[in-house]
């Protein structure tokens, strides 16, 4: 009980704010992505991991990192894809045991097709909600608890936001990489 109470009620004000902000604009998210794609939050952050990586494909376990899930998560979330036909397992010729995971073509349109109307709902639920001074504090505010969560899975995401922002995807052309800029800019 004490470390219960060693968090102030101000605190507690603090996190309740900060939980219900974010739940409720997960909802909004979700609910977006339902009415405007057909799709699931789920299913487009993983889309979007996909749409992202260099050859369109990744290993269940680099999925796993990049979105913060359980493998087993991953797994079924991806059976439930796969039935639907926006993505595909494929054995990897490196590693008897590897599956890949890949974007199929109605995945490649599921994703950037939801990526246009995600970004407007996400800039009119937060971008537009906050001056530039505030963006700069959640930004850092952001990166602090990032770091002090697991910084492996962070390193992740960043080197997968460089990587796209530097527009070096193997074999992609030059419209597949500003496509895949705009939608990592989306996410």
Known sequence: MSEVAAISEREWEVWRTFYGMRRQLDRAIEQQLQEDAGISRPEFEILLALWEAPQKRLRSREIAELIGWEKSRISHQVSRMEARGLVERTECDSDLRG??????????????????????????????ALDAEQLDAVLEISKRVLGSIDAPACDIVAQQAQHAQDGNSEGNSEAERRDSNEAAQRA
């Open 99 to 128: 599956i890949w995971v890949g974007l199929t073509p109605d995945g490649r349109r599921a994703v950037l097709g939801a990526s246009r109307k995600h970004a407007l709902k996400v800039r009119e639920l937060f971008f537009d």
